[in-house]
């Protein structure tokens, strides 16, 4: 009998030891953070979106959990999108439809074309430090206002046009917070980077916002739109921020889901056919791009 209880005693324990082993395997250390934006770009309208990205040292996630005021685009609520450099992939799952598709980084070769480039010079700049700011999500904060007065070169399809703008900027920046080293390295590989943050340009003359990561960002921006000024205020806040396990499973499809893999089939489109496609488009899209800024 005393054999029996050691053995099941013994068995016990390899059991407990293979389970954590499984739960620490199923599980990758990282960044949680979730970020509201809220943009008014004319008087009563306004439009949302809060993002949940959860990133690790190999993987980006980004959720959309809320859009309103942009339309159609609200259906989006819900999807998510996983980079994966290590195997060379993007997922885009939607819940909604209960599918997936993967494609491969060929794709966003593909796509660049018909995807914004931006430029800026910057003419006029000045920094000041506002002092202590109020405690974010439990970190110390400190304040700072940018101005800067900046021209933004557009570029789609082969065409630019030209924004001129004047920037007011006020950031709450967290000294002690730096998680932009684990998106920046996944993000950087697709072209995307500045990604999942919610920076501002300190290039130029002057001095630049100290390291840290800016939990809450106020920006006015104001232009001329058909010979009259405009404003738009533009504001993004770190609602939730977490560094610690985040299950693996996040970053995959429910096994319930259908999923169309695309790399093959993007293979054969001939290259340069966006190209082509973009640059016959390009002016009146570089235009129209232009006045809806």
């Known amino acids: 009998m005393l054999s029996l209880r050691r053995a099941v005693s013994s068995s016990l324990g390899l059991l407990s030891v293979a389970v954590l ?11 949680t953070f979730t970020t509201n934006m809220t943009i008014d770009s004319a008087p009563g309208h306004r439009s949302s979106m809060a993002m949940r990205t959860q990133a690790t040292a ?9 859009i309103s005021g942009g339309g159609d685009i609200g259906q989006a609520e819900g999807m998510y999108m996983v980079l994966s450099p290590r195997d060379s992939t993007m997922l885009m799952v939607m819940p909604q439809q209960h599918m997936a598709t993967i494609t491969g980084t060929g794709l966003l070769g ?39 007065t900046e021209t933004s070169d557009i570029t789609i399809g ?28 996944v993000a950087s590989q697709y072209g995307m980077a500045g990604i999942g943050g919610a920076g501002i340009d300190t290039t130029g003359n002057g001095p630049s916002l100290p390291k840290g990561t800016a939990l809450r960002t106020v920006m006015i921006l104001t232009r001329q739109h058909a ?24 970053f995959s499809v429910p ?6 893999d695309t790399r093959a089939m993007m293979a054969d489109v001939p290259a340069g056919m966006m190209d082509s496609i ?16």
Not at 158 to 185: F, H, K, L, R
Not at 230 to 246: D, Q, R, Y
Not at 278 to 293: E, F, T, V
Request: glycine share 6%; charged share 20%.
């Open 227 to 250: 010979g009259a000024p405009m404003t738009m205020t533009m504001k993004f806040e770190i609602v939730e921020l977490s560094h610690g396990p985040i299950d693996n499973a996040l």
């Open 21 to 31: 082993s499984t739960v620490v395997q199923a599980q990758t250390v990282g960044w």
């Open 278 to 293: 973009m640059n016959a488009q390009g002016s009146n899209m570089a235009k129209k791009l232009c006045d809806s800024q």
């Open 110 to 148: 593909m796509v660049k074309p018909a995807t914004a480039a931006f430029k800026h010079h910057v003419t006029r700049k000045s920094f000041v430090d506002l002092g202590p700011g109020e405690r974010l999500l439990g970190h110390a904060t400190h304040r700072y206002r940018v101005m800067t």
């Open 58 to 66: 190999d993987k980006v996630r980004m959720e959309f959990v809320q």
């Open 158 to 185: 082969g065409q630019t046009c030209t924004q001129a703008s004047d920037n007011d900027t006020e950031v709450w920046i967290a000294p002690d917070v730096d998680m932009q080293p684990a998106v920046q390295a």
């Open 255 to 260: 096994a319930d889901y259908k999923t169309m």
